[in-house]
C-alpha cells in the first residue's frame, strides 16, 4: 500500500513539473506573438507615415489626386493591422492546445541572455503591456531564482553565514553574464574572501529609479530574513547596476530601511555615474531625423530603445530625474545631484580600450562609458562624488565587458574588499 503511494505521489510530483514547464513555456511563446503583432503594427504605421511623407511633399499643397491615393492607402493599412491583430489572437489560442512539443523545450543560457537584450532594449514596454516575456526582480544562486526567506536560504546555502556579498549586472545581461571567459569575480572573491554570494537579475528597460525602490525594499527583506545575524553587506556593480544601487541607498534613505548599516563596501566597475556618451549622441541623432521632413517617421525607430537606456544619457537615479519631462525631449542635465554616503567605502573602476600612451582613448573610455563618469568626474566641481583616488583603478586595452573578466580587477577587489 505504502509503494503504490509512494509511486502515486511521484507520479504527480512529475506530472507537476511538466505542466508547470509547459504553462511558462507556453506563456513565453504567447509573449512573443503578442510582441510580433506589435511590431508588426508599429512597423505598419511607420510606413504608412513614410507614404504620406512622398504622396504629399512636406510644405506643397495636395491635389485632389493626391488624396485620393492617401485614402485608398488607408483602407490598406487598416486592413493590414486588423489581420495582424486577428491573426496573433488566432496563434495565441493555437499555443493554448500545442502541450507535448512545448513541454519538452528547456531552458538554456542563451534562452536568458536573449530575454536579458530584449528586456534591455524594450523591457519598459513589456513591463506597461505584462508581458510573459517580461523579467521580474529576484535574488538567485548558480542560475536559480532564491526565495527570499529562512529555509530557501538555508537550502541554497548550506554553509551560509552573515557576511553577504551582492552582485548586480548592468543594462541588457542577466545574472549569468557574471561569467566571462570562465571567469566570476563573485565566485572567487565569495570564497577567498568567505562571503555568501547572492546574484540580483532584473528587468534593465524599466526606469533606474523604478528599480531602484524595488532592489531596496528586497535587500531590506533579505536582510529581514536571512537566517543568521548579518555581519556586513558588500556589493559588486557593473555598469547600469551601480546606478540602480546608488538609486536603492537613496530610497532606503528616505524610506528609514535600516539595511544600509549593514552595507559596509560598493565597487562599480565601469558605472555611468555622468551618463554614457553613446546615449547623448543617440538624443542628437533623434533631434536631426525630427527635423528633417522626409527622416522624420525614422526618428520612431530611434525611439525604441527603452527608458532604462534612456536613463543612462545622464545616469538618472530618481523619479524626479524623468517625471515630467520627455524621454527623447534635448534637454541639459537636470538631475538631482546626490553625493556618496560618508559611512561606506565607495570604490570606482574605469577601463580604456587603447593603450595606456593613447591620451585621446580617455575620452571614449570603455566605448561605452568615458573614464571621467566612471570615475565619478564632472565639470562641475560640486557634482563630483570624490572617489578618493586610492579607491579608483583604470584599466587599459579592457572594453566595457573586459571589466567582468580582468584578473587585475579581481585582485584589486580582494584588498579593497577584505
Known amino acids: 500500500m505504502y509503494f503504490h503511494q509512494k509511486k502515486l505521489r511521484t507520479y504527480i510530483f512529475k506530472r507537476h513539473l511538466i505542466m508547470s514547464k509547459k504553462t511558462k513555456t507556453d506563456s513565453e511563446l504567447q509573449g512573443l506573438t503578442h510582441l510580433i503583432v506589435d511590431a508588426t503594427i508599429g512597423v505598419t504605421d511607420l510606413v504608412e507615415e513614410i507614404h504620406k511623407q512622398v504622396v504629399h511633399p512636406p510644405f506643397l499643397p495636395s491635389t485632389s489626386i493626391q488624396k485620393l491615393i492617401s485614402k485608398i492607402a488607408g483602407f490598406t493599412f487598416n486592413n493590414i493591422r486588423w489581420s495582424t491583430k486577428l491573426i496573433g489572437n488566432s496563434i495565441s489560442k493555437i499555443l493554448e492546445y500545442v502541450t507535448p512539443a512545448i513541454s519538452n523545450i528547456k531552458s538554456s543560457d542563451k534562452k536568458e541572455v536573449l530575454l536579458s537584450v530584449l528586456n534591455g532594449v524594450i523591457g519598459d514596454y513589456l513591463e506597461e503591456k505584462e508581458n510573459p516575456l517580461k523579467i521580474e526582480m529576484q535574488f538567485r544562486f548558480q542560475s536559480k531564482a532564491i526565495e527570499i526567506n529562512a529555509e530557501s536560504l538555508k537550502e541554497t546555502y548550506p554553509k551560509i553565514n552573515g557576511k553577504i556579498l551582492l552582485m548586480i549586472h548592468g543594462s541588457c545581461m542577466s545574472d549569468i553574464q557574471w561569467t566571462r571567459k570562465n571567469h566570476n569575480h563573485g565566485e572567487i572573491l565569495s570564497e577567498e574572501l568567505e562571503k555568501t554570494p547572492i546574484y540580483l537579475n532584473y528587468n534593465s528597460g524599466k526606469h533606474i529609479s523604478i528599480n531602484g525602490k524595488d532592489l531596496n525594499k528586497n535587500i531590506q527583506k533579505l536582510v529581514e530574513n536571512w537566517p543568521v545575524p548579518v555581519e556586513e553587506i558588500v556589493i559588486i556593480a557593473h555598469s547600469m547596476g551601480g546606478l540602480l544601487t546608488r538609486s536603492a541607498l ?46 522624420k517617421p525614422f526618428a520612431r525607430l530611434g525611439k525604441i530603445r527603452s527608458a532604462g537606456v534612456t536613463d543612462l544619457r545622464y545616469g538618472n537615479l530618481v523619479d524626479e530625474d524623468w517625471q515630467n519631462n520627455g524621454r527623447f525631449e534635448r534637454k541639459g542635465d537636470q538631475r538631482q545631484h546626490i553625493q556618496l554616503a560618508k559611512n561606506i567605502d565607495f570604490y570606482a573602476v574605469a577601463a580604456i580600450i587603447g593603450k595606456e600612451t593613447a591620451g585621446s582613448a580617455k575620452i571614449l573610455g570603455d566605448s561605452l562609458v568615458d573614464v571621467k563618469s566612471a570615475l565619478g568626474q564632472h565639470k562641475k566641481t560640486e557634482k563630483n562624488l570624490d572617489f578618493k583616488l586610492e579607491n579608483t583603478l583604470i584599466v587599459y586595452e579592457n572594453n566595457h565587458l573586459d571589466l567582468l573578466s580582468n584578473l587585475e580587477i579581481t585582485e584589486k577587489l580582494k584588498i579593497w574588499l577584505v
Not at 555611468?272 to 527622416?295: A, Q, T, W
Request: aromatic fraction near 14%; proline fraction near 4%.
Open 250 to 295: 537613496y530610497y532606503a534613505d528616505q524610506n528609514q530601511n535600516n539595511w544600509t548599516k549593514h552595507l559596509k563596501k560598493v565597487a562599480f566597475l565601469g558605472t555611468p555615474h555622468h551618463g554614457s556618451h553613446i546615449e547623448r549622441i543617440g538624443n542628437y541623432v533623434d533631434l536631426i531625423l525630427e527635423s528633417v521632413p522626409y527622416l
